[in-house]
């Protein structure tokens, strides 16, 4: 099984390119005015069209209109949605397929997943703090990870580094993994030698088992 890798919270064509020559499978732009890795329409756009092929971009959106969402998506060409606020069901009927993010405190984090699970691709699970709705850099019980593997694809988050990832794949197997903060130089600005470390960890977590 080859675990999937998301780059998230990409601000720039430099972090771009060098997530994708990486090995990098998807790259994650947020449109969260609120968080410090935003990045516009326009410029989301403008990397997106300069990508080769076979890369999936996702756009994340918190708390947002449908119309609106559809509208930055037709004006991006973002590939997949991923929802990180409180998002309907509903609101997961959309042109593209849907990511929904949930912030994991407990195993009672999960009570939603059911009334989402026919709706979308897949799961992201991050971790929930009261101050962020992402980007923490904190980690989780991936045992709640593990347990949420019934319910779909689940894409691990919150708090992976290239120094943990490996254990991460190993213990859980999830579908993907997304790293944003762990992989920074700075917020919104990537360091290129964690990121292909943190790639190559992940590409290498299962060989010899």
């Not at 410029?43 to 092929?53: E, Q, S, V």
């Not at 929802?83 to 309907?88: A, K, L, N, V, Y």
């Not at 609101?91 to 989402?116: G, H, T």
């Not at 703090?129 to 894409?155: C, E, H, R, S």
Request: proline fraction near 5%; charged fraction near 25%; aromatic fraction near 8%.
């Amino acid at each position: 099984m080859h675990t999937k890798v998301k780059i998230c919270g990409i601000t720039n064509l430099d972090d771009a390119f060098a997530a994708v020559d990486y090995g990098a499978d998807a790259l994650g732009f947020v449109f969260f005015r609120g968080s410090p890795r935003s990045i516009s329409y326009p410029d989301a756009g403008t990397i997106i069209r300069k990508l080769p092929p076979f890369i999936t971009t996702v756009g994340v959106f918190v708390d947002e209109k449908l119309k609106h969402v559809e509208k930055i998506v037709h004006q991006t060409s973002i590939d997949v949605i991923q929802f990180h606020g409180s998002e309907p069901p509903e609101m997961c009927n959309c042109s593209r397929s849907v990511i929904k993010a949930i912030r994991v405190k407990s195993l009672e984090s999960l009570d939603p997943i059911d009334k989402y699970k026919d709706k979308v691709s897949a799961f992201l699970l991050d971790t929930f703090t009261p101050v962020a709705l992402g980007g923490t850099g904190q980690i989780f019980n991936w045992d709640i990870a593990i347990y949420a593997k019934q319910f779909g694809k689940i894409i691990l988050a919150g708090g992976l580094t290239p120094d943990n990832v490996s254990e991460a794949v190993r213990r859980v197997l999830p579908y993907g993994v997304d790293v944003s903060s762990g992989i920074e130089s700075k917020k919104g600005k990537k360091d290129h030698k964690k990121m292909r470390l943190f790639i190559e960890n992940v590409k290498n977590a299962l060989i010899g088992l």
